[in-house]
């Protein structure tokens, strides 16, 4: 049976876990998780396994499609639509699963491992992109809710969007905490997620873009600059 090695810390922290998980050490790694090795390594990730793992599935999906009768022309609404869901699914799973406010042992313990340790070790490299194991399991759901709201056809074209709108996701992510940007929008959006990093957590859940913030009311307030003098 695995030990996790932040258990006597995150575990038993109670109602102080979420001040605590939320004071972030800057550091290039994060702690270990694990003692066994292998599903330590399971919690690590290099940013390029993503779209190694992913983008052939994603033209897989879409071939697929086309192959069912979903023209060209057809499938690019349909990949956007995908997309678009998967930006909503970004944002919810960031925003009610991975901030759940948590107190009990297990409960901490879990989102440690889910979004916490992220959030307490946010230049932590491997832990910045879902494991593929992980996002293979969430799949399955997601396709089964796609199945039941499009027609056969349909379905896989918008998965592959889905699919492909979690890649720029998880690439993103790796880029505006590693990466540093020249290009306005892409700078803003970094200054946007570091801020939600270090300076509000309860606000900003968006990570590609700030659209569910400003849509669900979560958008963060500007910063005030204090002017001398």
């Not at 069912?68 to 998967?86: D, K, R, T, Y």
């Not at 593929?132 to 056969?152: H, Q």
Request: hydrophobic share 45%; net charge positive.
């Amino acid at each position: 049976m695995c030990k996790i090695h932040m258990k006597w810390v995150v575990g038993h922290l109670g109602e102080a876990y979420q001040e605590w998980v939320h004071q972030p050490i800057v550091c290039k790694e994060g702690p270990r998780l694990f003692e066994n090795h292998i599903m330590e390594l399971l919690t690590r990730t290099k940013w390029w396994v993503i779209p190694v793992v992913w983008l052939p599935v994603v033209s897989w999906y879409l071939l697929k499609a086309i192959r069912m009768g979903i023209s060209i022309h057809e499938a690019a609404p349909l990949v956007m639509v995908g997309v678009l869901a998967w930006s909503l699914l970004e944002y919810s799973l960031h925003r009610f699963l991975f901030h759940m406010n948590t107190k009990s042992y297990w409960t901490n313990t879990v989102h440690y491992m889910l979004h916490g340790c992220h959030h307490k070790h946010p230049m932590d490299g491997l832990r910045l992109v879902f494991p593929p194991a992980a996002t293979a399991i969430l799949c399955v759901p997601f396709w089964g809710l796609i199945r039941l709201m499009s027609t056969p056809a349909a379905t896989p074209a918008i998965f592959s969007g889905s699919l492909l709108g979690y890649v720029i996701y998880d690439c993103t992510h790796y880029y505006l905490h590693h990466g540093s940007p020249s290009n306005l929008p892409v700078k803003n959006l970094k200054r946007y997620h570091l801020n939600h990093h270090f300076r509000i957590q309860t606000k900003g859940f968006g990570i590609t873009s700030s659209l569910w913030d400003v849509v669900l009311g979560t958008l963060p307030p500007p910063l005030k600059i204090q002017k001398s003098g």
